[in-house]
């Protein structure tokens, strides 16, 4: 069974960046489809990125030309670079196993990394 975990959250004033890490290990030596997800206090978690087994990528409309997802198949790691950061980013933030192009997911969630966005 793949685990995935994520890193990289923290507290950070407007306008300034952050890099999530979401580091695969079990199972298998490979990652396939993976999106970011975020929740935000009193709201719905949504997709923020998701990225392809083959490096295709989406974007939610609020992140786009801010965030980039990218990975690495050889550290098993799929990044979120998060530029411009605004108060309306302020969520935990979550990677999962996902089938690109779809809402499906597949696996439990994991505890996420918190991001802070302050004025």
């Known amino acids: 069974q793949v685990q995935l975990v994520e890193s990289g959250g923290g507290l950070v004033q407007a306008g300034g960046s952050l890099r999530l890490s979401c580091a695969a290990s079990?199972?298998?030596?490979?990652?396939?489809?993976i999106g970011w997800y975020r929740q935000a206090p009193g709201k719905q978690r949504e997709l923020v990125a998701g990225?392809?087994?083959?490096?295709?990528?989406n974007y939610a409309d609020s992140v786009k030309g801010r965030f980039t997802i990218s990975r690495d198949n050889a550290k098993n790691t799929v990044y979120l670079q998060m530029n411009s950061l605004k108060p309306e980013d302020t969520a935990v933030y979550y990677c999962?196993?996902?089938?690109?192009?779809?809402?499906?997911?597949?696996?439990?969630w994991g505890q996420g990394t918190q991001v802070t966005v302050s004025s």
């Open positions: 999962k196993r996902i089938l690109y192009g779809s809402t499906i997911t597949i696996g439990p």
């Open positions: 990225i392809s087994s083959g490096g295709n990528t």
């Open positions: 079990g199972s298998t030596s490979s990652i396939n489809d």
